[in-house]
């Protein structure tokens, strides 16, 4: 008994470190399904997160992803001035083989049980099919197909996002945000890496991608006209922008070392694998990051448009704010010397503090 209660305590720790409001654990047996909900902060509206399946090697590791995951979307939905709290879930499986229509409706069940405190979308390992599944259970999904009245895939939207939050940072470091002849590395080349990458070609970019699927790679190289390289030639690369589109903490001590970019701006979360630490290490070595969190928004702002109602139109203008939005957090961390991280930390809390004022929780 004495091993149970000190993993609670650890994980009710790990709640007040990370100041998460509550996380649930959803178990059936029945369907095989382990799944973790995590929900960081509610004062600007239900929060709002991804799904993501994923074979994580211990429950504790699952358990880490999903508080760092979920936290980042209340900062997500605050920065980019949405109604939305943070959120985030994980399914432990393989999503290549784990999946089924009653597991995923199981899950469905758990959320309908949290009454909308928590509404979910596609991530990493879900599709618009497993959002359609979640939907026969509970009206609280988000990014389900086109055709059940949803706005269907994110990516579209995420890569557009990342793209101006490019083109924000080419401003400052190049004087212009003309992308014409810049250099980018696109590291994974998933749903958002090829959308950006087309985005990015259509300007005459030279773009240079890599990506562990080698079937993937070559199709996207003679799609786009794209260069393929190898994972171990990107960090000596002598190009402009490095936009990393997979997983998370590819911005460590080793790759900053070798690293000859003027701009990291991709679409991956969590990339600096400490965000103190590497944000100043960037900031030491005069390289400009775009927070991820900030230019990554587009997703979430497609979901927010199916949850309000809003069209194409509306959400097209709320993408185009990242712009600015990044200029933002640009202009404050230069007039405070601060890394840009830490910038938009500071703009995306003032407004969750400030809006604190005028409404109770959610």
């Known amino acids: 008994m004495s091993g149970n209660s000190s993993i609670v305590n650890s994980v009710l720790d790990q709640l007040s470190a990370?100041?998460?409001?509550?996380?649930?654990?959803?178990?059936?047996?029945?369907?095989?399904?382990?799944?973790?909900?995590?929900?960081?902060?509610?004062?600007l509206g239900p929060a709002l997160g991804g799904t993501r399946m994923w074979s994580y090697a211990t429950e504790a590791e699952a358990l880490q992803d999903v508080l760092r995951l979920s936290s980042a979307m209340t900062y997500k939905a605050s920065i980019t001035g949405l109604n939305l709290g943070g959120g985030k879930a994980v399914i432990i499986g393989d999503s290549y083989k784990g999946k089924s229509e009653a597991l995923m409706r199981s899950y469905g069940r758990f959320i309908k049980n949290l009454n909308g405190e928590f509404i979910t979308a596609e991530d990493l390992g879900t599709t618009t099919k497993d959002m359609e599944y979640i939907r026969m259970e509970t009206s609280h999904v988000t990014g389900v197909p086109e055709s059940l009245g949803g706005t269907g895939n994110p990516a579209p939207t995420t890569a557009k996002g990342v793209y101006l939050g490019i083109k924000a940072c080419v401003k400052e470091v190049f004087g212009t945000d003309m992308l014409a002849g810049r250099s980018v590395v696109v590291q994974g080349i998933g749903n958002v890496g090829e959308h950006l990458v087309a985005l990015l070609r259509a300007e005459n970019v030279d773009v240079y991608i890599s990506d562990i699927n080698?079937?993937?790679?070559?199709?996207?190289?003679?799609?786009?006209?794209?260069?393929?390289?190898?994972?171990?030639?990107?960090?000596?690369?002598?190009?402009?922008?490095?936009?990393?589109?997979?997983?998370?903490a590819t911005v460590n001590d080793t790759t900053i070392n070798k690293m000859k970019f003027a701009i990291i701006a991709g679409s991956a979360n969590n990339q600096l694998a400490d965000?103190?630490?590497?944000?100043?290490?960037?900031?030491?070595?005069?390289i400009l990051f775009a927070p991820d969190y900030l230019i990554n928004a587009g997703g979430l702002i497609s979901c927010y448009s199916e949850l309000t109602g809003f069209g194409k139109k509306r959400t097209m203008q709320l993408t185009e704010n990242i712009y600015n939005a990044t200029r933002d957090v640009i202009k404050m961390s230069k007039a405070d010397k601060i890394p840009t991280i830490w910038a938009a930390n500071r703009i995306a809390e003032q407004r969750i503090v400030d809006i604190k004022k005028i409404k109770s929780s959610f």
């Open 18 to 43: 990370s100041g998460h409001k509550k996380v649930i654990y959803c178990n059936d047996p029945d369907t095989g399904l382990k799944a973790i909900i995590a929900i960081h902060d509610t004062t």
């Open 214 to 248: 080698e079937e993937r790679l070559q199709h996207v190289a003679r799609t786009y006209k794209a260069k393929p390289i190898s994972a171990d030639k990107i960090f000596g690369l002598d190009a402009d922008i490095y936009a990393p589109c997979a997983l998370g």
């Open 275 to 286: 965000e103190n630490v590497h944000g100043k290490l960037l900031l030491e070595k005069g």
